[in-house]
Structure formats: structure tokens, C-alpha cells
């Protein structure tokens, strides 16, 4: 059994901006932890797909990734390294809540892991229903496509599929049915390991996220008749992905 992708999370020096943005662009529910930890979860309200956070930066530099559920953080992280990746984040423990860590796959790309385990109590299974926009798909563009790929996939147990472009393969991430499915491949002069939300306008979209401080990265490009795909630039500088895909 594979290991799924199941939370998503951006951050920066300010995290103010990024909560209005993020808010304001794709209709999230927003909630800080108390604290003073500077940490705000996200309820997409979607629907579908997973949540996610946004953080502030301890150290001055912004991010944007998602997380992996693994069984054994330190066992996935010597494997990491043993393939090619350097641990950013040793294992990390919030007593009664999670234990996580991060790491830099060959390309310098940042991912999460967060150990499996069940959710605590009360805590809510996935995003509620609404008309926010879900995060349900990931993706990582390195600078070598097959090593992208041979890389994930033999961390985590994850399944290529042939349907995708040349030198981007979708992923099954073999994990029955848990969390979001991705793709993986190379992107030339863009690099990233990141999230896409589904929106139901995408044009629009964008000229709201140009409005509230953004830059485009890509797009709006055809991936098909029924698909269209963009990134964008948050005002932190991290690269979110948005697409639409018509029925």
C-alpha cells in the first residue's frame, strides 16, 4: 500500500497577506491556532480533496509544499536521504496533536511527511462542504523527469501511469482511495513541489489573484478540450497551481 498525499501548506515571513489572500482568492475558512504559534488551518470547504495550512516563517524564507502519511518518519526520512534527498526538518512531535518532518528531494524541492495515524478526536475528517475551491491534486517538476519520478516513487510506493504528456507521468499513489492524486515530470526552467485548487473560472480567478498581489507563473494553458491548467505566484513568492476542468 502506497503513501498518500494528505495536506497541503504555504507560508512566509508575514502570514497576514497570505490569510487574506488565500481567504479571499479561493472562499477558504481560516482558523489560527492559539498559541502564538502563527499557524492558521485551512478548511477549503470544498468538499473534496484536502486541507491544508498557512504558517509563518521562523526563518524569513517562504514555502509552499504538501505532506506525505508515512508509518515511520525516520525511517522514510534515511530512505530519503539514502536516494538522494538532505532532511530540512528532523522529526517534530506537538504532544497530543501530530509528529511531522521535511525534506529536500534531489532537486532542492521541499515535502512534508506527517506520521499515519488516526485523527484526534473531534477533529474534522476532511474539508466540509461549501463553495470554496478544493486542493485535489499535487505536483512536482524537477530538473530530470525520470529521476523526479524514480525518486517518488520508490520512497513512497507510488504507481506511474502512461496517460500522462511526454515527460509528465500522472500518479497513483496506491494509497486506496486516501488523500489526492498527482503527477510528476519535469518543468524546464520551473521547479516546484506543489498543490492545484479547482476552480470553477478560471480566468477569473486569475485576474482576482493579479488584483490581490499575485503573479502569474504559467497560463492559462489547454491540457486538453476539457482542462485548462495555471500557477501563480503568491505574495510571499510561493507557486500554487489552480486549474479547471469542464464537464
Known sequence: MGNPVVHFEVGGPDDGPLLRFYGELFGWKLTTV?????????????????????????????????????????????????LGAKTVLPVTEIP???SFAMFDDPDGLLVGLVKAEPPPEGAPLGPSAGDGAPVDWFEVLGSDAA?????????????LNDSGFPGYRLVDTDAG????????????????????????????????????????????????????????RDPAGNVFGVYHHRH
Open 34 to 82: 492559539p498559541g502564538g504559534v502563527y499557524y492558521t488551518t485551512v478548511d477549503t470547504q470544498g468538499g473534496a480533496g484536502v486541507n491544508g495550512g498557512i504558517g509563518k516563517s521562523g526563518t524569513g524564507e517562504p514555502w509552499s509544499t504538501f505532506y506525505v502519511s508515512v508509518d515511520d518518519l525516520q525511517a522514510t526520512l534515511d530512505k530519503a536521504e539514502s
Open 147 to 159: 529521476r523526479t519520478q524514480a525518486f517518488y516513487t520508490e520512497l513512497f510506493g507510488w504507481k
Open 96 to 98: 497530543g496533536m501530530l
Open 177 to 232: 482511495g486516501r488523500g489526492i492524486q498527482g503527477g510528476l515530470g519535469a518543468g524546464g526552467d520551473h521547479r516546484w513541489a506543489t498543490v492545484y485548487a479547482n476552480v470553477a473560472d478560471i480566468d477569473a480567478t486569475l485576474a482576482k489573484a493579479d488584483r490581490l498581489g499575485a503573479t502569474r507563473v504559467y497560463g492559462p494553458d489547454a491540457v486538453d478540450d476539457h482542462m485548462q491548467t495555471a500557477a501563480i
